[in-house]
C-alpha cells in the first residue's frame, strides 16, 4: 500500500490539513463498519508534519478533536510569525529551521512502507505558507528526489487583506514552477463563490432539508456575519480535493488512477504542471441534504466556469489534457458517454485531441451516491497568472514595500527579478500554446517505409 | 498439455481471473468426460485436497487488483488461484512504459521467473505461455513486456501468445498511445503472435449486441473471455489425429502467424447473446456461418447490423494498397473453430473462398478447422474465428498516428527519458509499426 506524507505549512496549509484529516478519518471510519477490505486506514494516514511559524493554529489543533491523530515530533512552531514576508518565511526560518525540518521529514518518511507521494499544503498570499512552504518543497526535492511532489497551492484574489500578497504570490510562483511535479491552484474568490451556491441550493430544497447537525459550512466560531468569510465551509471543498485525488489509491474500483499517474498524464512537459480542479456535485461538498441530480449533470458541470476552483473558464481556453477521478456507483459505459457528449465543445490541443485520463474507484464519498474530480491541465491558467504579474508590478514599479524583503538576510533585488521572469516566460509558455487553438494543425507527415 | 497463464496489471489480472471462471465453468458443465479432463488439466492443477488451482502467475505493481482477484476466484467455489502464485509490489507502474520496462521489470525478475518456474515445473508437459496484458498503462504493458522477453529468454522453445487488450480509442490513459507503440514494436519481436481485443469493439458488443443498459469493465471482460475460451478450450484439430489437441498454442501459432512480419491476430465469436436468451434460441449451422463470414469480410464483431453490402473485389479489379479499401477485409490466414452439435456436418466452404484471402497463400493452406462435438459455454452450437487479417489495421494506423502526432511536439517524452528511454527509441518503434502497418495493407495487392 503506498502512503503520502502530508506537509502543512502556514496558517491556511494547518487548516485546510486539519480539515483534510477530520474527513479523511471519516471516510475510513465509515468504510471501515461496511466491514469492507480495507488496509487503507492504518497505512495511508501514517504521517503528517504541520509547520507554522505561529503557534495559535497548531495549538487549536493540538486541542481539538485531532489531538490523537498527531504526536509533538510531527510538529514544527515559532512564536513570531512571518510577517506576511515571504523573504523570512523563506530566508530567515528557512536556514534556521532547514535541519529541523529535514529531520521531520526523514523521520515521516521511513514511517511507510513506500512513500508515493508530498502533499505540500500552503497558501501564496501570507509569509510562512508561501515563503517557508517553498523553502520545504525544495528540501522535499533534495532529500527525495524520487518522491512526487504536489502542491495545493491557496492563491489570494485580488481583494485580499495583505498588501504585499502579490510579491509573496510570485516570489512563490517561481519555486513552485521549478521544484514541484504537479500544482493545484486553488482561489479564495472561488472558494467563496462555491460555498455560496451551496448555500443557495440548499435554502432553495424542498422543506424539511436541513442543514446536517455536523455541517461544515457554518463557521467553527459561531454565526457568521456578512462580511466574514466562510473558511471552514471554503477549507472544507480544499480538504474534499485531496480526499478524491488520493481515492482511488485507497479503494478500489475498476480502474485504478494512483498519484503517479497524475502527474506522468497530466504533464507533458516540465514546467507546464498546473492543473486546475473541480469537484462537482457542489452538495458533496458539505453536509446538505439535496436529492441526487442526474449523473450526466455532474459531468457537464465539471466543465463548467461556476465549478472550477480558480477563476478561469477552461472551455474558451485550450485543454492540453484532463483526467477524470470518478467515485462511487457509476460504469466505464456512463464515463464514456459523458466524455463522448461533451468532447466537442471542449477545445483540446492538437497533439491531444482524444487524450482523457479517467478512473473509476468504487467507494463514493460519505452520505453521497458518486463524485467527480477533474483536473484539468489548460491554458485557462494564464489569465490568472497575468493578473498576478500585474498586481505584482503595480507594487514593484514603485518599489513599495520592498525594503521589508530586502532587509532581511540574503534576500536580493535579483530574486524579484529573476521570479517575474520565470512567471512571464510560464505565461509565454501557455501564450505559445494558445496561438495554435485557433490553427488547424495537420497530422505530422509519417515515416515513409521503402518497399 | 498445459498452458500456463502470465497475468500483468491491472487488466491482465482482471481479464485473467474472468477466463479462469469461464473455463472452470465449461468443463464443469461439459456433458463429455474427456472434454471436461482436458481443459481441467490444461488450465488447473489439482491439490491434494482435491481443489482446482488455476496454472497462473499474477503480477502487479501494486496489490488492490491482484487481491481482489484472488477474492472473486475463491468465491466460485470451482477453481481458486494458488496462494503463493501471485507478485506485487506496494506502488504502480504510473501508466509509464519506460518504468514498467526498464526498471521494475528488470528489478522484480528473479521474483517473478522463480513464480513461473514453480507453475511450469507443476505441467507434466508444457504447451506455451499466455501473458495477458493491457498496452495502455504501465505495468501490463512495460512490465509485461519485460517479462514476455524473459520468457523468451528462459524457454526458448515454447511458445508464447500473448493476449492484449488494446484501450478505448477515446483515451483511458493519456499516454496510452506511446505505451502501445512502445509495446508492440517490442513484442513483435518476441512473441509466437498477439491476440487482440479491443474495448471500443466489446464495449460494442455489450450495448449493441447484448443490449446492456449499464457497461461495466466486468461486463467488457467477460464477453473477453468468453472469446478467449472459445480458442483455447479442447478441439480436434488436423494433427491430433482424433484426440484433443496437445498443443493448442503451437497448432495456432503455425495455422496462422506462418510469417514474421504478420503476427497480428482477432478473434471473432457467433452466437454472442445475453446468457438468459440462449435457452429460448435455436441455432443452424449455415446461418451461424454465414454471419460470421461476413462478419469477417466487413470487419465487424458482432451479428446486429452487419453490412451485407462488403463484398470481396472482383479478382479482375486491381486491388490498391489504400487501407482497407471499400471496407472489405482482405484475411492472410484463418482459424475457424466450430464447438457444439452436430459439428461434423457443418459446411465451411464459405470460409475456402479464395476471394477471401490474399493472393499468395492458396486458400487450403490459408483456412484451418478445428471441432468439437461438445457444447461451448451454455451455446448449443457455437463458432469462434480467429484470424490473421486487416481487422487491426486501421485501429493500429489511427494508435500509430496519434502517438505520432503527440511525439512531433515531444509532449510526455520527457517522463519516458527520466527512466531512461530515449528518443531513437521511440523512433524505432514507430518505424517497426510503420512496417507492420504497410505489410497488412499490401494483403490486398
Request: hydrophobic residues 40%; charged residues 20%.
Amino acid at each position: 500500500m503506498t502512503q503520502s506524507v502530508v506537509v502543512q505549512v502556514g496558517q491556511c496549509g494547518n487548516q485546510v490539513g486539519c480539515r483534510f484529516w477530520d474527513l479523511a478519518l471519516r471516510e475510513h471510519a465509515h468504510v471501515n463498519k461496511r466491514g469492507l477490505y480495507d488496509e487503507a486506514l492504518s497505512s495511508f494516514f501514517r504521517n503528517a508534519v504541520l509547520i507554522d511559524m505561529e503557534e495559535g493554529v497548531v495549538n487549536g489543533i493540538l486541542q481539538g478533536p485531532l489531538r490523537e491523530v498527531f504526536d509533538s515530533t510531527q510538529l514544527l512552531t515559532d512564536v513570531s510569525g512571518s510577517g506576511n514576508n515571504w523573504a523570512v518565511g523563506h530566508l530567515t526560518y528557512g536556514s534556521a529551521y532547514r535541519e529541523a525540518i529535514v529531520n521531520k521529514l526523514r523521520k515521516a518518511a521511513e514511517h511507510c512502507d513506500c512513500l508515493q507521494c508530498f502533499f505540500l499544503i500552503h497558501s501564496m498570499g501570507g509569509g510562512t505558507g508561501s515563503g517557508l512552504g517553498t523553502r520545504v518543497l525544495s528540501l522535499l526535492e533534495e532529500e527525495f528526489p524520487d518522491v512526487c511532489r504536489i502542491v495545493t497551492a491557496m492563491y489570494p484574489s485580488a481583494e485580499d487583506d495583505v498588501i504585499t500578497s502579490p510579491y509573496n504570490s510570485v516570489l512563490a510562483m517561481r519555486e513552485l514552477t521549478e521544484h514541484a511535479d504537479c500544482v493545484l491552484p486553488v482561489e479564495n474568490q472561488s472558494l467563496v463563490d462555491i460555498v455560496n451556491k451551496i448555500s443557495v441550493m440548499s435554502h432553495g430544497a424542498k422543506p424539511g432539508s436541513v442543514l446536517r447537525k455536523d455541517s461544515t459550512v457554518t463557521s467553527g466560531q459561531g454565526s457568521l456575519s456578512p462580511t466574514e468569510k466562510p473558511f471552514d465551509a471554503m477549507n472544507n471543498i480544499v480538504a474534499n480535493l485531496l480526499l478524491n485525488i488520493t481515492s482511488s489509491a485507497r479503494f478500489e474500483g475498476s480502474l485504478n488512477m494512483d498519484l503517479n499517474e497524475i502527474a506522468m498524464n497530466l504533464v507533458p512537459f516540465p514546467r507546464l504542471h498546473y492543473l486546475v480542479p473541480s469537484l462537482t456535485p457542489l452538495y458533496t461538498l458539505a453536509d446538505v441534504n439535496i436529492p441526487t441530480r442526474r449523473l450526466d449533470q455532474m459531468f457537464s458541470d465539471a466543465f463548467s466556469k461556476d465549478h472550477q476552483l480558480i477563476r478561469a473558464d477552461p472551455k474558451r481556453s485550450l485543454y492540453l489534457a484532463c483526467a477524470l477521478m470518478v467515485r462511487g456507483n457509476v460504469q466505464v459505459s456512463d464515463l464514456r458517454r459523458n466524455i463522448e457528449r461533451l468532447r466537442p465543445s471542449l477545445p483540446f490541443v492538437s497533439w491531444n485531441q482524444e487524450g482523457w485520463k479517467t478512473g473509476l474507484c468504487s467507494v463514493p464519498p460519505v452520505g453521497h451516491s458518486h463524485s467527480l474530480l477533474a483536473l484539468a491541465n489548460n491554458t485557462c491558467v494564464k489569465p490568472t497568472f497575468m493578473e498576478l504579474r500585474d498586481r505584482f508590478t503595480k507594487l514593484y514599479r514603485k518599489k513599495a514595500h520592498l525594503h521589508h524583503y530586502l532587509d532581511v538576510d540574503g534576500m536580493e533585488q535579483s530574486i524579484f527579478s529573476e521570479s517575474l521572469s520565470s512567471l512571464s516566460e510560464l505565461i509565454d509558455e501557455y501564450h505559445q500554446l494558445d496561438a495554435t487553438k485557433a490553427r488547424l494543425i495537420p497530422d505530422a507527415p509519417r515515416l515513409s517505409i521503402a518497399r | 498439455m498445459s498452458v500456463v497463464t502470465v497475468q500483468l496489471g491491472q487488466c491482465g489480472n482482471q481479464v485473467g481471473q474472468q477466463l479462469f471462471d469461464v473455463i472452470s465453468s465449461d468443463a464443469q458443465d461439459g456433458q463429455r468426460k474427456t472434454y471436461s479432463s482436458v481443459s481441467w488439466e490444461r488450465f488447473f492443477r489439482q491439490t491434494s485436497q482435491g481443489d482446482f488451482e488455476a496454472r497462473a502467475v499474477l503480477v502487479d505493481m501494486e496489490p488492490k487488483v491482484i487481491n481482489h482477484s484472488m477474492n472473486r476466484a475463491a468465491k466460485s467455489g470451482r477453481w481458486r488461484y494458488a496462494e503463493a502464485s501471485h507478485f506485487s509490489q506496494k506502488q504502480g507502474s504510473g501508466n509509464n512504459w519506460a518504468n514498467g520496462y526498464r526498471v521494475l521489470g528488470p528489478r522484480h525478475r528473479d521474483a517473478v521467473e522463480e513464480l513461473v518456474r514453480r507453475e511450469v515445473e507443476h505441467c507434466d508437459a508444457l504447451a506455451g505461455f499466455i501473458p495477458m496484458m493491457s498496452v495502455a498503462g504501465g505495468t501490463g504493458s512495460g512490465v509485461g513486456t519485460f517479462v514476455t522477453q524473459c520468457l523468451r529468454d528462459v524457454y526458448p522453445s515454447s511458445f508464447v501468445l500473448n493476449h492484449l487488450t488494446w484501450p478505448y480509442g477515446t483515451g483511458e490513459v493519456i499516454v496510452q498511445n506511446y505505451n502501445s507503440v512502445l509495446t508492440l514494436a517490442h513484442l513483435y519481436q518476441l512473441s509466437d503472435a498477439l491476440l487482440v481485443h479491443e474495448n471500443d469493439a466489446v464495449h460494442r458488443i455489450c450495448s449493441q449486441q447484448l443490449n446492456l443498459k449499464q457497461i461495466s469493465f466486468g461486463d467488457i471482460n467477460r464477453v473477453i473471455a468468453h472469446q478467449l475460451a472459445g480458442v483455447l478450450q479442447p478441439a480436434l484439430t488436423p494433427d491430433s489425429c482424433g484426440a484433443y489437441s496437445g498443443n493448442p498454442l503451437g497448432e495456432l501459432v503455425s495455422a496462422l502467424a506462418c510469417h514474421p512480419e504478420y503476427k497480428l491476430l482477432s478473434a471473432c465469436s457467433i452466437p454472442q447473446m445475453a446468457s438468459a436468451s440462449i435457452a429460448f434460441s435455436t441455432f443452424s449451422w449455415p446461418a451461424l456461418l454465414k454471419h460470421l463470414r461476413q462478419m469477417l469480410i466487413a470487419n465487424t464483431k458482432m451479428e446486429e447490423g452487419i453490412d451485407w453490402q462488403v463484398r470481396p473485389p472482383p479478382a479482375s479489379a486491381s486491388r490498391t494498397s489504400s487501407l482497407t479499401a471499400g471496407g472489405f477485409n482482405a484475411s492472410l490466414a484463418n482459424l475457424l473453430i466450430l464447438r457444439g452439435k452436430d459439428v461434423y456436418s457443418a459446411e465451411t466452404g464459405g470460409f475456402e473462398d479464395p476471394a477471401i484471402y490474399t493472393s499468395w497463400l492458396p486458400p487450403a493452406e490459408a483456412l484451418s478447422l478445428w471441432k468439437s462435438p461438445v457444447p461451448f459455454d451454455k451455446y448449443e452450437k457455437s463458432a469462434t474465428l480467429v484470424s490473421n487479417s486487416q481487422a487491426l489495421l486501421r485501429p493500429l494506423d489511427d494508435m500509430v498516428r496519434k502517438a505520432w502526432n503527440m511525439f512531433a511536439s515531444r509532449a510526455y517524452i520527457h517522463q519516458y527519458v527520466k527512466f531512461g528511454i530515449s528518443e531513437e527509441d521511440f523512433l524505432d518503434s514507430f518505424t517497426s509499426l510503420e512496417q507492420v502497418i504497410s505489410s497488412y495493407a499490401q494483403l490486398q495487392c
